[in-house]
């Protein structure tokens, strides 16, 4: 069963640094590019960030987050990484990741995690 | 950047009648767009992909369909699980982005 399972989670303050992980199983991690989206409480999905399949060369940001948020990914473990630095209050969410439906971009994501909730609070 | 909008933001429907919701992308995407569904407290669920290519296992009362600017969700004969949101993504150059959702209530 294709599986993501998002991690990392938490209550920080504002300023404040957050690593989300997402684990992958059931499917070669390492040939789909991969997608963080947010939700923030009661609101639409907002497109965070994308990383190429293979190494991961190529990386695109929401204009929100460019220059505060890093996306990553470990082939050899199966993981794919958000690490966010200079949380504000907008950036209160819950972080899905998402497999894309094939193995280049444009295609939109097929695979969702439920999720972990990333609360950013004084 | 480019702006999705749908429309309309909200409709109340019945069981078995035909819904459309529809989406404008503020520039020309060609058939890069996706449409999902997602229902309260759950991941978002991949309906469409390129505009109108069935994802697998999603049954076939739904439909998209346009190009260009416009795009189009098509529910033929509405069920009882239909009932949820529904986002437009273009997914033509980055920043990759979404409509506000289209809310589809019990009437």
């Known amino acids: 069963e294709v599986q993501l399972l998002e991690s990392g989670g938490g209550l920080v303050q504002p300023g404040g640094s957050l690593r989300l992980s997402c684990a992958a199983s059931?499917?070669?991690?390492?040939?789909?590019?991969m997608t963080w989206v947010r939700q923030a409480p009661g609101r639409g999905l907002e497109w965070v960030s994308s990383i190429s399949n293979s190494g991961g060369a190529a990386t695109y940001y929401a204009d929100s987050v460019r220059g505060r948020f890093t996306i990553s990914r470990d082939n050899s473990k199966n993981t794919l990484y958000l690490q966010m630095n200079s949380l504000t209050d907008d950036d209160t969410a819950v972080y899905h990741c998402?497999?894309?439906?094939?193995?280049?971009?444009?295609?939109?994501?097929?695979?969702w995690g439920q999720g972990t909730t990333v609360t950013v609070s004084s | 950047d480019i702006q999705m909008t749908q429309s309309p933001s909200s409709v109340s429907a019945s069981v078995g009648d035909r819904v459309t919701i529809n989406c404008r992308a503020s520039q020309g995407i060609s058939s890069w767009l996706a449409w999902y569904q997602q229902k309260p407290g759950k991941a978002p669920k991949l309906l469409i992909y390129a505009a109108s290519n069935l994802q697998n296992g999603v049954p076939s009362r739904f439909s998209g369909s346009g190009s260009g600017t416009d795009f189009t969700l098509t529910i033929s004969s509405l069920q009882p699980e239909d009932f949820a949101t529904y986002y437009c993504q273009q997914a033509d150059s980055f920043p990759y982005t979404f409509g506000q959702g289209t809310k589809l209530e019990i009437k």
């Open positions: 059931g499917f070669t991690f390492s040939s789909y590019p």
């Open positions: 998402a497999k894309g439906l094939l193995s280049v971009f444009h295609y939109g994501v097929d695979v």
